[in-house]
């Protein structure tokens, strides 16, 4: 447990000298210690396993989490080859998308273990708050000058994996309150989207917002393989 609570925090570490580099410039040095940064988080649910068990749940959340380590390296890609900046961009999207399949894939089952009398529910449930909250959300981008150009449908198809992703985690918590730890992570990984939302597409490029974009997506990241710590 102690091993990774360690590296739990090793990763937010990093990812802070991360984003100092990331301000200055965006170059192999800031793309190592983002290696780093998500490797820590990584290892950090490797930890976890070996502490609590290796059952489906758990090991669905580690393969979500390296799609993430992948979907962060191919983002970084993008800023430091801006003239490919959208192949990197549709291919990192493509990474985290599929984590987050895995990330589902794992709940479903939690959700059918602890209260499958709840799961239609909350799966039916989630689809229509995914729905709402998907088209708020490009409403909003849009009035805030946000330009999604060619990348509207990948967007808005990764939109809404998020905002149910969101939606679901929180379903499945308000019934299994310890589920809040990996609920609350998801929560942060769509406020982390939403401010890279701004930088890539709004043309934000003020210094918070690195900080902000990242550390609340390492917290996000950290907070999923923590909870394996409690889901068993």
Known sequence: MIASIIFGVFSLIFASIFCWFRTEKANV????????????FVLCAVFAIKVSSSNNFNLLILIGLVFGLVGDILLDLKIMYPEDGNKYFVAGTYSFAV??????????LYNSAVSPKNLLWCVLASVGIAIVLTIAIIFISKKMGLDFGKMLYVVISYCF?????????????IFNPIYWIFASGMILFLISDMVLSMQYFGGKTAKYLVYLNHITYYLAQVMLAISILFII
């Open 161 to 173: 994996i998020l905002t149910f992703m969101v939606a679901y985690t929180i379903a499945i918590a």
């Open 99 to 108: 984590g987050h399949f895995f990330y589902f894939i794992s709940a479903l």
């Open 29 to 40: 040095y800031s793309l190592l210690l983002k290696i780093f940064s998500s490797l820590c």
